[in-house]
């Protein structure tokens, strides 16, 4: 059995990108779904490193982005639990979310 993520990138003039879209079929997701931004990790097992895809659009606010970068750092810190056990690192990591938040919020707010 297989399953396919489809990620469907519109570039602008500039090779920027002005809409993303995806669908999973095989997770009941037919339809195209918009998106702002997307972070994309893999894990390459034979050279040992992580290769990343980090795209967002034009249209991606800043405290958009704070709130997505939480939510992943969060999400993270799930994933990095279930994977390991190791719940005080996760800890950690989600100590540093919630840093993170509060001051890119504080930043915001005097820009």
Not at 90 to 95: D, N, P, S, V
Request: net charge negative.
């Amino acid at each position: 059995m297989t399953s396919d993520i489809t990620i469907h990138v519109t570039l602008g003039d500039d090779k920027m990108p002005e809409d993303i879209k995806w669908t999973a079929p095989g997770g009941n997701v037919n339809d195209p779904q918009k998106a702002k931004a997307l972070l994309l990790g893999l894990w390459d097992g034979d050279a040992k490193e992580a290769l990343r895809i980090d795209l967002w659009t034009g249209k991606m606010m800043m405290d958009e982005m704070n709130d997505f970068y939480f939510q992943t750092f969060m999400g993270m810190a799930d994933t990095y639990t279930m994977a390991t056990k190791n719940s005080e690192l996760a800890a950690e990591l989600r100590a540093f979310a919630k840093s993170f938040l509060k001051k890119a919020s504080d930043a915001l707010e005097k820009a």
